[in-house]
């Protein structure tokens, strides 16, 4: 496959698809180490409450996997993946690309502020142990936006793809 | 864009470790429970729900408690301070003992009423035995030092000379953190400060001019100390003080004389526990690290009044309305 195989409209498709994955990536690594550190706090004082403290300390990883659905349905839904590879054009394109910036931008910012509220959270119950269940609403409340820009992201890319396919088709 | 804090990592494992060690906290109920107790040795199961619990021993004797409480809390705030990207919280707390011990190295003691916090005892004994080489900034810029480091201050005034170096180490700390909150509290701790030490000499009778000789120059509170020194009674003082605790200082006034400077200084030490409460609303910062620290201070205090109360029979009214309010 020569690079010049690649027109623009494609490009700028995959670029979309790399910033869902890149920015929903870096955003769980820098939520997760926010939340950690606070856990590894309160682990130093008082090592049995490490199972209550697990699922904070990972909801904030989910948006490193949604950037990563979005970016494979792209693959998939434009040929790329298992399937006859299909024109894009430039317009679809460009609307793809900002289609995964605009999803992997929410990913990244609420995979950060879900590592914080993960860590108010783990505070809560370094104090009150037996509030863990109320604590993991606060960075589940978070998570509701980073589901929300999942969701809008699968709909766009399978609405803007679907007159391709119909094409290829020879509808 | 995310969080302007920076080592964000470090304050977050330090603000994890005092989110545990905050759940041991105790309500005013805990003290009035004490206080309520027939005999002493009915404390000691009271004392092991505290943070003194690691402290205590069987062989443990009564007339050493103040000394137990305040190695506790320097031993926590220490641990703390180990942990902290800035020792800077921490020190505030510590300077006052390193001070006290200064005053003793002054006076040629080279034992120490307080555990090490920034001068090690090392660096006391040394100044003790005249070498003033190691002294911190504040002091050595204080004057009082002659050719070749000889101190000249008059050793009659050598605690004046000490307070005003303390105020203004304090201030400096303070400033190096860039933080709002601590800075509101300091400069309320300092302020505070200035009126009682000002307040003391004028019911004692000692001339304000020795005292503002050494506590100038302090920075903001330059005027206002130059304004004080120069009315005698205290009536007319809370105008120049200004702010909240002047006002805190015109209630304390309508009191009974020899009740006056204990009340100022209780309700001062609860409106300053007010302010390092906001510190708890923060996830991770210096702000944390220095409400808890605030916190601890007070317990260990409120702990110190209700045994020592006990054992030397205080009245239980009495020591009840000396409770200062705690953190949680």
Known sequence: ?171 | MISRLPNVPQWGFVSGRISSLEAYFLPREFFTGIIIQERIDDVIPHLQDTFLRDYLAPTMVWGDFSALSDRCFYDIAISIRSDCPSSIPADIFLLQGDYLNLSSAFSGETRFPFPVGILSHEKLSAIAHGDFADLPKPVVEAGGFGEGGVCEVFPGVINAFLDGAYLRHLLTLAQGLGSEMIREYVHDKVLAAIVIILWRAVKQGIPMKRYQQYLLALDEFTEVIAELAGMQNPETWQSAIGGRIGDLFAESIELEMDDQISDFDLRVTNHLTGIARNGKLQTAGPERVFAFLSGLLVEMQNLKLVVTGKLNRIDQGVLKQRLKDCYV
């Open chain 1, 1 to 171: 496959m020569l690079p010049e195989w690649i027109e623009l409209g494609r490009g700028l498709c995959y670029a979309g698809a790399g910033l869902a994955f890149g920015l929903g990536g870096s955003g769980s690594a820098w939520g997760i180490a926010i939340a950690a550190h606070q856990c590894a706090g309160v682990l130093r004082e008082k090592p049995e409450l490490f199972g209550r403290m697990l699922v904070m300390l990972a909801l904030p990883g989910t948006q490193g996997f949604y950037g990563f659905i979005a970016a494979i349905l792209m693959m998939t839904q434009t040929g790329l993946i298992g399937g006859s590879v299909l024109k894009i054009t430039l317009g679809t394109g460009l609307a793809l690309f900002f289609v995964g910036l605009g999803c992997g931008l929410a990913l990244f910012i609420s995979a950060i502020k879900q590592g914080e509220a993960s860590a108010a959270g783990i505070s809560l119950i370094a104090r009150r142990p037996e509030a863990a269940g109320r604590a993991i609403l606060f960075p589940a409340f978070v998570e509701t936006y980073a589901v929300v820009a999942l969701l809008a992201t699968v709909l766009f890319i399978i609405f803007l793809t679907q007159p391709l396919a119909l094409k290829s088709l020879g509808i």
